[in-house]
């Protein structure tokens, strides 16, 4: 009986330290890592308007729910990886679908799937949460909608955030690239992943999932503004509600550019790395100044 007990004790630790290690581990769909969202966000700061920038300093001032994770995230270019942060803890499991919206598209004829895109997903999710910021008198409300919209812009602009490829051995997606292993410096590594770091470019997150510290993120940030100036007319900068159009972007840029010549084992070549590294680098500097500008026209 002893040892029966001592083996069923063993087995619940084990049990617990697996629950432990699934709430802690990212979920499959993460948009841009902390390195990407944090540049996303420290574009979007530095060109709000006084008005604005004083209510986001207000707003996220506020120690909402869960207290221990807000408290890490207290300026705006932190608050930019709370959503992530929060997603897999009791009362935000709602909260995972509205990372993307994955639009089926298929390369063999396989048809699309017709539960797909969700309808939970982050165009409703900026929808919903910038209404909240516009309406809501409820300022602890108001301060979770912040931080969940300062981080979905920049999931809406990750092109595999907007898209799901279908095939034969893929007939509900392979969520957004998640279900393709490629090959990088010999590792295998999820497409999604790959993105999610900007191809590499990006600032690291650290073991435990820290994010990268401050000072790495300016000069991220200049070689992201670097030929992606916010003079670009096809940033229709006066429209900052246009979600579906930032959506659509992310989609057309899947098909045509991350999973162009990608399938299970591809190394991607030294062309494909540059127009990749090309399109997030001006992936994160558009979501940074649409960020703004959406911001700037809820506080003018």
Not at 25 to 53: E, V, Y
Not at 102 to 127: C, G, R, Y
Not at 142 to 149: G, H, S
């Amino acid at each position: 009986m002893q040892n029966e007990n001592k083996r069923r004790l063993f087995k619940s630790r084990i049990a617990i330290g697996l629950l432990g290690f699934m709430l802690c581990t990212p979920s499959l769909s993460l948009g841009w890592g902390a390195g990407g969202h944090m540049i996303t966000a420290s574009i979007a700061f530095d060109r709000l308007n006084p008005q604005a920038k004083a209510q986001a300093f207000a707003l996220l001032a506020r120690p909402i729910n869960p207290a221990d994770v807000t408290k890490k995230s207290r300026d705006f270019v932190r608050a930019s990886i709370w959503a992530d942060d929060v997603k897999r803890l009791a009362g935000f499991e709602f909260s995972g679908d509205l990372h993307f919206i994955d639009k089926p598209f298929s390369t063999d004829t396989t048809p699309l799937p017709t539960d797909q895109p969700k309808p939970e997903n982050i165009v409703k999710a900026l929808q919903d949460y910038v209404n909240i910021l516009k309406t809501s008198t409820d300022l602890d409300e108001q301060a979770q909608a912040l931080r969940f919209i300062i981080h979905f812009v920049g999931d809406i602009h990750q092109p595999l955030h907007g898209a799901t490829r279908v095939d034969r051995t893929h007939r509900e997606g392979d969520e957004g690239g998640n279900l393709l292993k490629i090959r990088v410096a010999g590792n295998k590594v999820k497409l999604h992943s790959y993105w999610d770091g900007g191809i590499g470019t990006f600032p690291k997150t650290r073991p435990g999932f820290v994010p990268p510290p401050l000072s790495e993120i300016p000069p991220a940030v200049a070689k992201a503004l670097a030929g992606n100036p916010e003079t670009d007319p096809e940033l229709k900068l006066d429209d900052p509600f246009n979600y579906d159009a930032w959506a659509d972007e992310s989609f057309e840029l899947a098909k045509t550019v991350a999973y162009k010549g990608m399938r299970n084992g591809v190394t991607p070549s030294a062309a494909y790395k540059s127009k990749a590294v090309k399109v997030a680098r001006q992936r994160v500097a558009w979501g940074g100044y649409r960020l703004a500008a959406l911001l700037n026209a809820i506080w003018p």
